[in-house]
């Protein structure tokens, strides 16, 4: 097995549904479920899955579903099929914002529920305590709603898994390190103090998806309210780089953990921050997004870890890879192993850490802004003393 052990003193569970990975979006469209095989594939041929207990996850029920959703949202994708893909703007698939983002392709329906039953699935474990680390790899789609589709998340796993959480713990804090803005997820807890929600993000509200997010977006203005400085936004421009994103983010999760005093953490680790991404602009390496990942392990709380966005499928499948031995604290060859699967899907680069393209976007961020961007952050949770 690679000599890969379990880790010791701590159990981490791995969930995942192949059945999920054959889906199609279209030609065109950049969300390829394929790249769960290729993510699996490298797990396993390291020899990681010796080290976890391995999960088949089941779907998740439309009654599961309908703990966040609207009933007539999840009746709607339980009974569309892809000939009700119209422009008609009077049709139900405009109602529920389905369309080129969001198409309805063969299985639509059978897809959400597959991922949002592996982060539920991957919830209970922690709650029950059989994991101290969760992972679904296939959820972490946080643009969904209550009613309807967006940015290629149809059904929001991690509100569903959170809404788990809370039954068995009294705070959780949300991480997302997805280069979009985790608007589904803030939306939803925008009005407690029983979640924080903390995402990093390129903003810019004209240009770049959804829009939303903007520093001073920190929960209802009414200071009454108890989600008032509860979700937390870290704005960012094109082209971080590793050793600033990693400052910056230990700078803000260390005083998040320490003043909010979460029970339970979730992480979305959303692959399109990484440099060379399809969809992304960032500047950020495998190690350096990995780095993120073990340091939110350090604080020793249960941890659930789900995927997201990501674009650049040879890129995702490794640094979800290597998110997976640090989650297990197995040190991996950086070579992949010789009887990967697809590994001439990899050309030249059969590492690990392949050198990305970190040429199209010039860093933006200077000094000065990230640290007013710490600033800013700081001053909000110092409401949180009380
Ligand atoms: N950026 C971007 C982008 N690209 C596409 C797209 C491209 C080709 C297709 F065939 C279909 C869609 N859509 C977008 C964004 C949505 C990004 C979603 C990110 C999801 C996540 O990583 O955070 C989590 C899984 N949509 C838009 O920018 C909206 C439009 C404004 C432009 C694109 N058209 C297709 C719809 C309207
Ligand atoms: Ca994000
Ligand atoms: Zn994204």
New binding site residues.
Partial sequence: NNGIQKPKGYTVSYHANPEMEQMH??Q????KPWRLTLTNKIVMAYGMHEAMDIYKPRAASSQELKDFHSVDYIDFLQRVTPSDNTWDPDSQTYAYNT???C?IFDGLYKYCSLYAGASLDAARKLTNHQSDIAINWSG????AKKTEAS???YINDIVLAILQLLLHHPRVLYIDI???HGDGVEQAFWSTDRVMTLSFHKYNRAE???GTGALDDTGPLNNASPGAHHSLNVPLHDGIEDAHYIKLFEDIVRPCVHQYKPTVIVLQC?A?SLGGDR?GCFNVNIKAHGACVAFVKKFDLPLLVLG????TARNVAKAWAYETSLCIGAEVHPNLPAHTPFLEHFGNEKTLFPKLDLTRYENKNSRVYLESVVMGIMEQLRYLQG
């Fill in positions: 979006f279209g065109k469209h950049p969300m369309g080129d983002d198409p972490g789609l946080h643009h940015g290629f998340c997805d280069v979009h770049f998806f959804p959303g399109d969809l997201g966005g990501g674009y």
